[in-house]
């Protein structure tokens, strides 16, 4: 019970600091105090005005490297604790996985010298700690801790983020010739997303629209209407063939030419070969949670992508249900971050 009540209060007290993705400072001051505390001194890492990564033993090359993140999206979910359960924005992504590490090293003396521990800043924005740490640092081998249902990963989707963007004339909205009626800016985005839709459908891929813009009022019909459009890339497929093929879709399809389409960002999918590496880990899972790994795909970018990008084969694993992240109701068990806090320790003592 101590145990448990000690990890919810780290926990609780970590999502009390502001880390907002760009303000990870006052929080890495935090955590390399907490750390310190149980003999673990960490090197807090520059990487742009108030971000910073903490890197403990801090070597250029270890045999495996255990990271996660500190930063989080815009606050939408007060810390408070619940019984069992820890809530507040960034409880699952990624700040229970800090705990679970917290956990770890409480019960070790030292870090093999071959095993290193980063928590990176920006990997809500634009990845910025991991391509900082991977600018003088490469390891074999990376543990990424995200959510994941305490799953084993060695695959993740990639991202291709549009700006859709249609034109036209402005019009009263009581007055428009029955002919112009669909070629509006709102019903031009209308039908072109229904078009993306069944381009997606051909593709077996899915989309998430993340912001909408159509400035109009009750006087006039707007003439230009942004849409943002998230496509969710698996596994085998590159952002930037999935871009093409859907340009040539939607020529065929969309007879006029008021519209474009520009990127915002992408990223491609990875998938990291099961190996020798692969089979100690799923060694250690089953010792701890006495079943083998599935080996499932992680549906979202994370910093393992970025690693993968840079030749480092990179797995995921992490306590908490993804799918809460980001949201009002995010919130994580305290059980949870204790299994997968024995899980570290077992990977650290191997």
């Known amino acids: 019970m101590k145990i448990k009540n000690d990890l919810k209060k780290f926990l609780y007290e970590l999502l009390t600091i502001d880390s907002l993705s760009g303000n990870e400072y006052l929080a890495v001051k935090f955590l390399?105090?907490?750390?310190?505390?149980?003999?673990?001194n960490g090197s807090m890492q520059y990487v742009s005005k108030s971000s910073f990564n903490l890197v403990i033993?801090?070597?250029?090359?270890?045999?495996?490297?255990?990271?996660?993140?500190?930063?989080?999206?815009?606050?939408?979910?007060?810390?408070?604790?619940?019984?069992?359960?820890?809530?507040?924005?960034?409880?699952?992504?990624?700040?229970?996985?800090i705990a679970a590490i917290y956990y770890a090293l409480s019960k070790l003396r030292d870090l093999r010298d071959n095993v290193s521990i980063a928590i990176f800043s920006q990997e809500e924005t634009s990845g910025g700690g991991a391509i900082s740490y991977l600018s003088n640092h490469k390891p074999r081998l990376v543990l990424?801790?995200?959510?994941?249902?305490?799953?084993?990963?060695?695959?993740a989707y990639g991202y291709l983020e549009l700006l859709l963007e249609t034109f036209s004339s402005t019009y009263h909205?009581?007055?428009?010739?029955?002919?112009?009626?669909?070629?509006?800016?709102?019903?031009?985005?209308?039908?072109?997303l229904n078009v993306v839709r069944d381009f997606c459908a051909k593709q077996n891929i899915t989309f998430t629209i993340t912001n909408m813009d159509a400035k109009g009022n009750s006087f006039f019909v707007p003439d230009n209407c942004k849409i943002s459009i998230n496509f969710h890339i698996p596994p085998g497929t590159k952002s930037l063939t999935l871009l093409n093929e859907l340009r040539i879709f939607l020529r065929e399809?969309?007879?006029?030419?008021?519209?474009s389409i520009k990127i915002i960002d992408y990223a491609n999918p990875f998938k990291t070969n099961l190996s020798i590496e692969s089979d100690e880990l799923a060694k250690i899972y089953k010792k701890i949670f006495n079943r083998d790994p599935k080996w499932k795909v992680f549906r979202s970018w994370c910093d393992a992508t970025t690693f993968n990008e840079n030749g480092v084969p990179s797995f995921i694993f992490g306590p908490g249900d993804p799918a809460l992240a980001h949201s009002k109701?995010?919130?994580i068990n305290v059980n949870e971050i204790l299994y997968a806090g024995?899980?570290?320790?077992?990977?650290?003592?191997?």
Do not use: Q, W
Request: aromatic share 6%; net charge negative; proline share 6%.
């Open 173 to 192: 909205p009581d007055l428009i010739p029955i002919s112009d009626i669909e070629k509006t800016s709102t019903e031009k985005a209308l039908f072109i």
């Open 253 to 259: 399809r969309v007879l006029n030419n008021d519209f």
């Open 144 to 155: 990424v801790l995200e959510p994941t249902n305490l799953e084993l990963s060695n695959a």
């Open 342 to 350: 024995k899980f570290l320790r077992a990977i650290l003592e191997y």
């Open 57 to 97: 033993n801090d070597i250029k090359n270890p045999d495996i490297l255990i990271a996660t993140h500190v930063d989080t999206v815009p606050i939408v979910c007060e810390p408070r604790i619940i019984g069992d359960e820890v809530y507040g924005t960034g409880a699952v992504d990624a700040k229970g996985s």
């Open 32 to 40: 390399n105090e907490m750390f310190s505390e149980l003999g673990f």
């Open 329 to 331: 109701r995010e919130k």
